[in-house]
């Protein structure tokens, strides 16, 4: 007799194995800038290159303590962009060349590896000086530890001014800058930054935000002892999966592998 758990790490492990295996194919991007904060340098899923962090040895603190997690919402080769990253205990940030006129994005990349709970690191990030682009960034209360999160930064460029939600600033000598501004709540951090020429919709975006399975009372064999556990939750109480029969249970599972197995076939013939 199947248990509702094991169902649900098999039809997840389906669903794994499809997303993180099957080709995406997106047309090319116009990467002005990338840096892996607190790490070496590092080509993505996307063939982005980011470079090593040019503040090694100079400001702040490079750390690859998240290297010990599996980062949520990304893959395998992405997962370093989001275990390494860069803080300090006080304000500090990043010029990042700027030659011409246009439409741009930048993406900053954050994961929450240390802290377990919110309202323990929040800070604000800067652009040029003049505009705060994001406010009381709290990355755990956002998507939990461990899973990545990005802010996306759409701004233009238009004779030695950058335009933020139609407010300007002045680009000088060239570069402008964005800063992870020091608040009362631990230290400000990056995992890594990406400008890229065009609009927000050019920019590849994260997976959805991974859910934890609601935990409930399941079928057990006859010579274990039923375990009960208390979960508190956020929202109405999921159904009781084990009200159907096993039929119905698996039924999920059969649709996965019958959907995977003419694209295992496709993908060998490749």
Request: glycine residues 8%; negative net charge.
């Amino acid at each position: 007799m199947y248990s509702g758990q094991s169902v649900y790490c098999l039809f997840t492990t389906l669903l794994t194995v499809l997303v993180t295996y099957v080709p995406t194919t997106v047309h090319s991007l116009q990467v002005i800038y990338a840096i892996n904060a607190g790490g070496e340098a590092h080509t993505d899923s996307y063939g982005v290159r980011y470079m090593r962090d040019p503040l090694m040895g100079k400001v702040g603190t490079a750390s690859d303590y998240g290297k010990q997690l599996i980062i949520g919402r990304v893959n395998s080769i992405d997962q370093i962009l989001y275990q390494t990253e860069r803080y300090h205990h006080s304000t500090f940030g990043y010029d990042i060349p700027i030659s011409e006129d246009g439409e741009y994005v930048m993406v900053l990349k954050f994961c929450e590896v240390y802290f377990n709970s919110p309202n323990m690191k929040v800070f604000d990030v800067v652009l040029n000086g003049d505009h705060t682009v994001v406010t009381d960034l709290d990355i755990f209360e956002r998507v939990g530890r461990g899973i990545a999160h990005d802010e996306y930064v759409p701004f233009r460029v238009q004779k030695g001014k950058l335009i933020y939600n139609e407010e300007e600033s002045d680009i000088l000598g060239g570069k402008i800058r964005v800063e992870f501004i020091k608040g009362y709540r631990d230290n400000p951090k990056i995992n890594a930054i990406a400008v890229i020429k065009g609009n927000i919709e050019d920019v590849p975006q994260l997976g959805p935000i991974p859910q934890e399975p609601e935990e409930y009372h399941g079928i057990q064999d006859d010579e274990e002892e039923p375990i009960t556990r208390t979960r508190h939750t956020s929202g109405p109480r999921t159904p009781n999966p084990y009200a159907v029969e096993n039929s119905s249970i698996l039924l999920p599972v059969f649709i996965a592998i019958g959907a995977f197995i003419p694209l295992l076939f496709c993908l060998c013939k490749l």
